[in-house]
């Protein structure tokens, strides 16, 4: 499976995230440089378990050429953002960063009439503006991996920014699907399908790859206990989708199938 050597991923500290960084060090061939990224790492925790993040460093045995650096983000804030991006740098160097994952996000429920003006822009923020900012900030790193390989092929393997996003920001599916007051989380992605959607417009001459994926109804703190698929079997159908993207995936929308979701914003 190839994904490229050198990975960044934000909201690790539980989720989906932590399981991507975990599963992503189990992968053959291995990958070089998994930078996994959370807001508090000394409070990370493995998804129904109580082992720190820490851990996947002492409890899964890398590879010798594999190495997972934990790293403290908020991607709210630009200085923290700055300071994520010179630790990459200096350990990648002139290799550049072959995929970004925007993972983090948050959902607070407050239904209507509840909804309050910093409910919503917290979720704008967090879930929209953040990977947007993060995508800028990574922009020169992708480009050095990008322009690595010849040709006009755009693959993760390259040069990639995948966006975690969810069907939950359909305007089609707003009158189908579960009534869940989250109407914040709702726009929020909505803004960021469109946002990224722009973005890949304008690095498609870089040959950097932008996508936005559903990962699914999912066991985590955002989807609940009830949700349809346990963490670890949405993050391996992400993986291996992410695997498999490449030009013909640019600036759409999938689910975690390999299914594309039809913009009807």
């Not at 109804?217 to 949405?234: C, D, H, K, M």
Request: charged residues 20%.
């Amino acid at each position: 499976m190839q994904l490229g050597s050198n990975i960044f991923i934000t909201g690790t500290n539980r989720g989906i995230g932590l399981e991507i960084a975990r599963q992503l060090t189990a992968l053959i061939p291995p990958l070089k440089n998994i930078f996994a990224s959370c807001r508090k790492p000394e409070e990370a925790k493995i998804y129904f378990t109580t082992q720190e993040l820490q851990d996947i460093k002492h409890s899964i045995p890398l590879p010798d050429t594999t190495k997972l650096h934990i790293i403290q983000l908020d991607v709210t804030k630009s200085i923290e953002i700055e300071e994520a991006v010179k630790i990459v740098k200096d350990i990648v160097k002139e290799e550049g960063l072959n995929l970004l994952i925007n993972n983090a996000g948050i959902c607070r429920m407050l239904p209507f009439p509840q909804i309050t003006p910093d409910n919503l822009r917290n979720h704008i923020e967090v879930n929209s503006i953040a990977p947007l900012i993060l995508t800028e900030a990574f922009y020169p790193l992708l480009k050095t991996a990008a322009s690595k390989i010849t040709g006009e092929g755009m693959s993760c393997s390259r040069a990639a920014v995948v966006n975690m996003s969810s069907t939950s920001g359909s305007l089609e599916n707003t009158n189908t699907e579960r009534k869940v007051p989250i109407l914040s989380y709702k726009a929020s992605k909505t803004a960021l399908n469109m946002l990224m959607r722009g973005v890949a417009m304008s690095v498609k001459r870089d040959h950097i790859l932008v996508v936005m994926l559903c990962p699914g109804w999912v066991q985590t703190n955002i989807g609940g206990p009830r949700a349809f698929l346990r963490v670890t079997e949405s993050v391996e159908s992400v993986i291996k989708l992410m695997a498999t993207l490449n030009s013909s995936h640019h600036g759409r929308f999938f689910n975690h199938t390999g299914l594309e979701e039809i913009f009807r914003h």
